[in-house]
């Protein structure tokens, strides 16, 4: 029992943890969302100092813990060309990094050099060339090394294809595509120069060791094989030999193996003040992707509900007019759906997997050279 006019301490351990880590609500708000006004959008920037909370007993420091409690991906949609899926409890800064590097950093295998025997079509060699260079190869580049300038192409760093396609005279237009590409497992066919002697072996622009279809599963052949390259008048004819090696995006476009791949802030819609009736029937119309639905009250009573938030585009049209101040439109800070559309060189799950690899070496890397 306390002494008579003395004031009794309460202990620490009576105060409920849950109110020693909790933000009042408008500053929770700020933290874990970016509101989007008719004008422009708030709260952009958050709190980027570990102890900005620190007076309310409050840590908002990042920890390896905290990560890996909170990071999830849940897999929404996935074909053999593209996927979707959500990345939650992630900073926008890592997930642009995932953008960059499949973009321009996972490698892929793509036409590098042409050996142009004979080209009679309207189009130029340096064109021709260009077109054929950006055709998605169906070859896994990690079966395949890095070739350099002093390196000799061979089995290991090279993918040789020839064309060859003509147009009799007399006949009508035909148009060359890219199922007309021929894969050559034994390497060049075209000889360098011509041989000293009757009996030494041609000397071509490779050097295989062996057969690639003794080291191969599948052939390699093309992804898409109705894909234009030229179209041939009667007469006219396209020989070429054509070499693909390994590469990365941020060299060329044509080693990307990304169409694109791209991320959003899941969107959040709010309806503050319930619409009824009239308005109610109003919101839905204005929104261009049918974010909203009527909700039927019983006695011709009307309210407007949240039917499709994810769908939403931040056109703003329903924060807009009179009653905008009703509907409040969020975005979630660490929230992102992510969308891959690959090329064809490789699935989508695949390639995410490789920026991942990716990524870990650069870290890898980082912390070599400070340790």
């Not at 995006?249 to 694109?260: D, E, R």
Request: negative net charge; proline residues 5%; hydrophobic residues 40%.
């Amino acid at each position: 029992m306390p002494k008579k006019g003395t004031k009794s301490k309460k202990k620490v351990d009576d105060v409920p943890s849950q109110q020693e880590n909790k933000l009042p609500d408008y500053l929770e708000l700020q933290r874990t969302r970016v509101v989007c006004n008719a004008d422009a959008p708030i709260h952009t920037q958050g709190f980027q100092s570990s102890g900005a909370f620190a007076a309310i007993g409050v840590d908002n420091s990042v920890s390896v813990e905290k990560f890996c409690k909170n990071f999830k991906i849940e897999i929404n949609h996935l074909t053999e060309d593209d996927m979707d899926f959500d990345m939650i409890g992630i900073d926008a800064s890592i997930a642009n990094a995932f953008r960059r590097i499949l973009i321009a950093e996972v490698p892929t295998m793509a036409i590098e050099k042409i050996f142009m025997v004979d080209n009679t079509s309207v189009i130029a060699d340096e064109v021709l060339s260009h077109r054929l260079g950006l055709i998605p190869l169906h070859a896994d580049p990690r079966l395949f090394d890095y070739i350099s300038e002093n390196d000799v192409p061979n089995d290991r760093n090279t993918i040789v294809y020839k064309l060859h396609v003509s147009c009799p005279k007399g006949s009508q237009r035909i148009t060359v595509k890219s199922s007309e590409l021929e894969w050559l497992p034994e390497g060049s066919q075209l000889s360098m120069a011509a041989p000293a002697q009757s009996g030494d072996k041609q000397k071509t622009f490779t050097s295989f060791s062996q057969s690639q279809k003794e080291i191969l599963e599948k052939p390699l052949g093309v992804k898409f094989k109705d894909i234009t390259i030229a179209r041939l008048g009667p007469g006219q004819a396209i020989e070429l030999e054509a070499h693909a090696v390994k590469g990365v995006g941020k060299v060329h476009a044509k080693w990307s193996p990304v169409a694109t791949a791209w991320y959003r802030m899941l969107p959040e819609v709010v309806i503050l003040e319930e619409i009824e009736g009239d308005d109610a029937e109003e919101l839905v119309k204005k929104c261009p992707v049918n974010v909203f639905d009527i909700e039927d009250l019983g006695n011709g009573g009307k309210r407007a509900v949240v039917a499709k938030p994810r769908a939403c585009t931040l056109c703003r049209e329903c924060v807009m007019g009179p009653n905008g101040n009703q509907v409040e439109l969020r975005r979630v800070r660490d929230h992102f759906i992510f969308t891959i559309e690959s090329t064809g060189a490789m699935p989508p799950e695949v390639l995410f997997t490789e920026a991942v690899k990716i990524l870990e070496e650069k870290c890898e890397r980082v912390i070599s050279e400070l340790s």
